[in-house]
């Protein structure tokens, strides 16, 4: 699914633009997944997070798998965040990349491997946030598994939630297996979930459901609840968002039939 930042409520208002997350490959909110983009199959995404009272910067990413092969893969991801306010959109402007040992590629019951970094910004104490993660994913028959942990590597000022700060946390998510119904205008659905624990702005749990129309246009949309609930009424006026994600892939070569 993508992914999203914050800023401290302070920072947030003093350059009049409130962050998502940077969007390499997610599940819902979260980096919790051992999926890696194709080799030279682009992504684009389009995030928001909205509410009745405010809402994130919009994300508009692309995300790119640049590794051949079948057992070890990679990609390398930018995000452009606008809204800017009364700032230029390098600052905020960041970058991901992950490298991913793919789940059964030496053993069956291998279960996935992957590691990578987030929310790599050029704007001190507005887009450094440096989000280092660490994954395992599985696939059951009842659905994709995955766990993780992070830590970031960036500003103190964007690590500061309302306890003080907080850079370390778990995560977890799951995915359904494909609800198959080819129908026209609606190929399948697939349900997902995943959470962050922390007292920071990556903190939250959320959840929903992807409608692909076709098997590379989905709608990704579903409700998030941010954990540290004093930091995001001060800052945002609400705990809770609403998230739409767009997502496009297309093949930049033509495979062989």
Do not use: C
């Amino acid at each position: 699914m993508k992914r999203a930042l914050a800023a401290v409520a302070v920072v947030a208002l003093s350059v009049s633009a409130q962050r998502a997350h940077a969007t390499p490959s997610t599940v819902f909110w979260t980096p919790a997944t051992t999926y890696t983009q194709p080799y030279l199959v682009p992504h684009l995404t389009y995030d928001t997070y909205v509410s009745e009272r405010s809402a994130l910067q919009n994300d508009y990413g692309l995300t790119l798998g640049v590794l051949p092969g079948t057992k070890m893969l990679g990609e390398v991801g930018v995000d452009f965040f606008l809204p800017t306010g009364d700032r230029g959109v390098f600052d905020f402007t960041q970058l991901n990349a992950k490298v991913t040992l793919a789940e059964g590629a030496f053993a069956k019951w291998q279960p996935g491997v992957s590691v990578g970094i987030m929310g790599v910004g050029f704007e001190e104490d507005v887009s450094d946030y440096h989000l280092l993660h660490f994954d395992l994913g599985k696939t059951f028959r009842f659905g994709t598994v995955a766990a993780g942990v992070y830590h970031g590597l960036g500003s103190k000022v964007l690590w500061t939630g309302s306890d003080g700060e907080e850079r370390t946390g778990v995560m977890a998510s799951y995915t359904s297996p494909d609800l198959v119904l080819d129908l026209p205008g609606l190929n399948k659905i697939v349900l997902g979930a995943d959470v962050a624990t922390g007292q920071n702005w990556f903190g939250a749990i959320g959840g929903g459901a992807a409608f692909f129309f076709t098997p590379a246009v989905s709608l990704l949309t579903g409700p998030l609840w941010f954990l540290d609930g004093d930091y995001y009424e001060g800052g945002y006026g609400t705990d809770f968002m609403w998230t739409f994600q767009l997502d496009v892939d297309f093949d930049l070569i033509k495979k062989k039939s």
